[in-house]
């Protein structure tokens, strides 16, 4: 078996030796062709790969080339943009510096303006016209719209009043134009207060002035309101007073200011209203004088004044005060009438004459202030009062003779005192009315 086997193995050696000597020249062609064709790619390869890194160097320096070109170009357009900018940044600033210091001299001229325009509008209000000339002349008018009411217990009486000033400003005068109306503190004006106003008065008209061209001034304004007035009561109620609306120049003497009346359509310095709602006054004159306001004797202050006397009505105390009076006194005066048995009757009417007395005398306390005297009124209730309390002291005189039987002189006293007491009433009355 092994002999077999090496007898094949030299035979098959043997048959791969005779193939490969058949095949060598063959093979050998073969691989001369491919040593050929090898070559050929390699030259080929590397002819192409020589193409290639020329094309790649080529490449490379265009892209540098355009590379450099395009960081050129970056470059210059970010040098352009940064000068752009560095232009742009210092023409703003050298702007801003412009503005700031165009605004600055603005400012500065406007605030040297406008220190001018103070002063100017300082010294146009301080300063009066034409101070150096001498007194600045006003002129007035006063025009009293009501009266309202005359207040005897509070020393007041309510007013309603109009008042005009006119006076020339130069400096305001202005000849090619127009009037103009100017807020009253904007310009010099009398500053005027009234000096006799009770609490806060308001003003019913605008603070404002009207300038005319030649530098006329013309101010209105209207006051309502309380003015204290010292009113001496010693004839109430048949006396008569002088109301006075006080005006006032705060802050300049007579010598420097002078109030002058005007006149408007005959009507010099003032006037009031034809009808007026006071019921218990009459009104006998008014007027309106310059009139200097002096509180001491040191001070005296440029002023005027409007003044209207009126007198109290009569008529309306005799009714309401006088008349229920008279019937209280002539009540007592029927316990003379009474018999004298009636003793305690004749006393109760007497009593209550002089209760009813004082409270009547109660009721006119509250029309009249506290006065340190006694006025015309008083006088006439107390005269009454003592009427009464004779009547009284009469009565019990009379009832005490006639209770120890002295009926005759009892009643000589009834019959004296029922002429006696009517008599006396009766002068009192003519006294009070008359006198």
């Known amino acids: 078996m092994s002999e077999f086997m090496a007898a094949h193995s030299v035979c098959f050696r043997t048959g791969v030796l005779v193939v490969l000597l058949m095949a060598w020249p063959c093979l050998l062609k073969m691989s001369v062709v491919f040593a050929q064709g090898s070559a050929e790619t390699v030259i080929e390869q590397a002819k192409t790969q020589a193409a290639e890194k020329a094309v790649e160097k080529v490449t490379e320096k265009a892209m540098e080339k355009v590379a450099e070109k395009a960081a050129e170009k970056a470059v210059e357009k970010a040098t352009e943009k940064s000068v752009e900018k560095v232009v742009e940044k210092a023409a703003q600033k050298a702007m801003e510096k412009a503005v700031q210091k165009a605004t600055e001299t603005t400012l500065q001229k406007a605030a040297a303006k406008a220190a001018q325009e103070e002063t100017a509008q300082a010294e146009l209000t301080a300063k009066r016209p034409e101070e150096f000339k001498g007194p600045t002349t006003v002129h007035f008018m006063v025009f009293v719209v009501d009266i309202d009411d005359i207040d005897d217990a509070a020393q007041n009486f309510t007013a309603n009043v109009y008042l005009r000033l006119r006076w020339k400003d130069a400096r305001l005068a202005n000849p090619e134009g127009a009037i103009r109306q100017i807020p009253l503190m904007e310009v010099w004006n009398p500053r005027l207060l009234l000096a006799n106003q009770q609490g806060v008065i308001p003003h019913s008209l605008p603070e404002i002035v009207q300038v005319h061209p030649d530098g006329t001034v013309i101010y209105h304004q209207r006051y309502t309101g309380k003015l204290s007035q010292r009113l001496m009561l010693a004839d109430f109620p048949r006396d008569s007073h002088t109301f006075t609306v006080q005006f006032v120049a705060a802050g300049y003497q007579a010598d420097e200011l002078t109030f002058e009346p005007e006149s408007i359509r005959n009507i010099r310095g003032g006037s009031m209203a034809n009808t007026l709602s006071l019921a218990d006054w009459k009104i006998l004159s008014f007027e309106a004088v310059v009139a200097p306001y002096s509180p001491i004797q040191e001070i005296r202050t440029a002023g005027f004044a409007f003044q209207f006397q009126a007198q109290r ?44 007395l004082i409270a009547h005398r109660f009721v006119l306390a509250s029309l009249l202030p506290r006065l340190p005297y006694m006025t015309h009124l008083d006088y006439f209730t107390v005269g009454s009062t003592l009427l009464v309390l004779l009547a009284l002291i009469a009565v019990i005189t009379t009832g005490f003779l006639a209770a120890h039987g002295h009926n005759l002189q009892a009643r000589k006293i009834d019959l004296l005192a029922r002429g006696t007491f009517p008599g006396a009433f009766l002068l009192l009355l003519i006294w009070f009315i008359v006198g």
């Open 313 to 356: 009505y009569v008529a309306y105390y005799l009714w309401q005060v006088v008349l229920p009076l008279a019937v209280v006194v002539i009540m007592s005066w029927a316990a003379f009438w009474i018999g004298r048995e009636h003793i305690g009757v004749r006393i109760a009417v007497a009593t209550s004459s002089i209760l009813t």
